[in-house]
């Protein structure tokens, strides 16, 4: 390697600027929790009674009541439309997960120089991360989105069992083309998928495990699908997902 190569290297390692750059589509239906968990990776969630100000001369009985309140107003908001999220990923943290990972697939120290994944390695990398809106009226936005998608990270209430058939057919449509039915069906687009059975910290949730029996994703023809459980309320287990994820893609980039 050129010596003004090892210096750029070494001056863009782990920083954003340098970084490639990836592109990831993160939908549920309405209510899953798919902006609760964007938040929390893009570090920008908040304790909805911590970001009130308090006013001048308020008494404790009256903060109390408005934070609740507060609380509840952030709770209902919908996401409307397309939101846009950045997301940086360490590159200490992508050669932990190449180290640690038991995929059999080639290594990435193997990646060829000038290579997304080479670069990623040197510099970390850069996620846009979209999330389009869940509600009836925006799903057939997703669409758009995922054809110009890295990866895909599908985000299901596990604790809602009335509205997991609605999920289920949600994600088929996504992925399959419409003219064909489960069993025979062509993905429209052949990127990673993340499924996330999110809300595990609520009581009679549904486990990765059986979540995955449930959407029969060994069906689906898809090179890399992995079904996890996390809980994006209480902020657990959703970075071991995501680089997951992040390594799957990087390994089907060129
Ligand atoms: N208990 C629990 N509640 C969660 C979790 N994730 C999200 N929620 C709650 O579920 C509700 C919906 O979460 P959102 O993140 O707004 O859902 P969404 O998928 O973005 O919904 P749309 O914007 O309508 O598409 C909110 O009240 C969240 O606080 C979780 O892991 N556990
Ligand atoms: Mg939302």
Request: charged share 20%.
């Amino acid at each position: 390697m050129s010596f003004l190569k090892k210096l750029g290297r070494k001056l863009g390692a782990g920083s954003p600027g340098h970084a490639p750059q990836m592109t990831v589509l993160c939908v549920g239906i309405d209510g899953a929790g798919t902006s609760t968990l964007i938040r929390a990776m893009a570090g920008t969630s908040h304790s909805p009674a911590a970001a009130r100000q308090r006013k001048a001369g308020e008494t404790a009985a009256d903060a109390d009541r408005s934070e609740q309140a507060y609380a509840k107003k952030i709770q209902a908001q919908h996401t409307v439309g397309v939101e846009e999220h950045a997301v940086f990923i360490d590159s200490h943290e992508i050669a932990a997960q190449f180290r640690t990972s038991s995929s059999t697939s080639p290594s990435a120290a193997a990646a060829p120089d000038g290579s997304v994944c080479a670069r990623a390695f040197a510099a970390g990398l850069n996620l846009r991360v979209f999330n389009v809106a869940g509600s009836e009226g925006s799903r057939a936005l997703w669409r758009t989105y995922y054809d110009s998608a890295d990866g895909v990270m599908y985000i299901v209430d596990a604790a809602d069992p009335d509205r997991f058939l609605e999920a289920k057919e949600e994600l088929e449509k996504l992925l399959f083309r419409s003219d064909n039915i489960m069993g025979k069906a062509v993905a429209s687009v052949k990127v990673p998928l993340l499924v996330l059975a999110n809300k595990s910290d609520l009581q009679g949730a549904m486990s990765a495990e059986q979540l995955e029996v449930k959407l029969k994703t060994h069906l689906f023809p898809l090179d890399a699908v992995h079904v996890g459980s996390c809980s994006a309320a209480e902020q657990k287990d959703i970075r071991v997902n995501l680089m997951w994820l992040v390594e799957h893609m990087l390994r089907a980039a060129k």
